[in-house]
T-cell receptor, first 115, second 115 residues
Framework: AQSVTQLDSHVSVSEGTPVLLRCNYSSSYSPSLFWYVQHPNKGLQLLLKYTSAATLVKGINGFEAEFKKSETSFHLTKPSAHMSDAAEYFCVVSDLYTGRRALTFGSGTRLQVQP | ETGVTQSPTHLIKTRGQQVTLRCSSQSGHNTVSWYQQALGQGPQFIFQYYREEENGRGNFPPRFSGLQFPNYSSELNVNALELDDSALYLC??????????????FGPGTRLTVL
């Protein structure tokens, strides 16, 4: 079975400072990992995905994440936060263990960006 | 290219009623997945349809049912509504590429309130 743990429910940073959102995963099979962002009253937008091609994955809007198999982690980072980054972020895992491609979401991390 | 669309945007029903939610997949996508997102939580997988057949189901009771049509659009039906069914219902479309790498693209969701 697959699962995701987002280690922080809320993260608050100042504009222009680095962002770190932490995620650990569990998967019985070779996983794909994703980060999605959800702005208030909006749907989910894909930030980036890991599919075993490269451990450091670059996404949209300056975000990147590093897959560390030994630590079963997939933390999301950004060098400099912008006010528009304030949103809910979900770490997501997918595998083919049961033959389907369902996504398993973490509980989310709410990012606040202070001016 | 048209993205994933859902209708209606908002819906209010009373306990015991039935509801149908609709989703149009992104052009070229033959797979549709449905998720339930309760307030303050991450989305939970309901089921997935691939070429008009159910291709996996999460931990939801049989009163949650679905359909996929030849044009790959989809419906989610919920019978005997309960108060706990109040949530944002998200539809996602994708095109399987033979590995756990296909990306799911989400619609804006339907907000269901059960009174």
């Amino acid at each position: 079975a697959q699962s995701v743990t987002q280690l922080d429910s809320h993260v608050s940073v100042s504009e222009g400072t680095p962002v770190l959102l932490r995620c650990n995963y569990s998967s019985s099979y070779s996983p794909s990992l994703f980060w999605y962002v959800q702005h208030p009253n909006k749907g989910l937008q894909l930030l980036l995905k890991y599919t075993s091609a490269a451990t450091l994955v670059k996404g949209i809007n300056g975000f990147e994440a590093e897959f560390k198999k030994s630590e079963t982690s997939f933390h999301l980072t950004k060098p400099s936060a912008h006010m528009s980054d304030a949103a809910e972020y979900f770490c997501v895992v997918s595998d083919l263990y049961t033959g389907r491609r369902a996504l398993t979401f973490g509980s989310g991390t709410r990012l606040q960006v202070q001016p | 290219e048209t993205g994933v669309t859902q209708s209606p945007t908002h819906l209010i029903k009373t306990r015991g009623q039935q509801v149908t939610l609709r989703c149009s997949s992104q052009s070229g996508h033959n797979t549709v997945s449905w998720y339930q997102q309760a307030l303050g939580q991450g989305p939970q997988f309901i089921f997935q349809y691939y070429r008009e057949e159910e291709n996996g189901r999460g931990n939801f009771p049989p009163r949650f049912s679905g359909l996929q049509f030849p044009n790959y659009s989809s419906e989610l039906n919920v019978n005997a509504l309960e108060l706990d069914d109040s949530a944002l219902y998200l539809c996602a479309s994708s095109f399987p590429q033979g590995a756990s790498t296909d990306t799911q693209y989400f619609g804006p969701g339907t907000r269901l309130t059960v009174l």
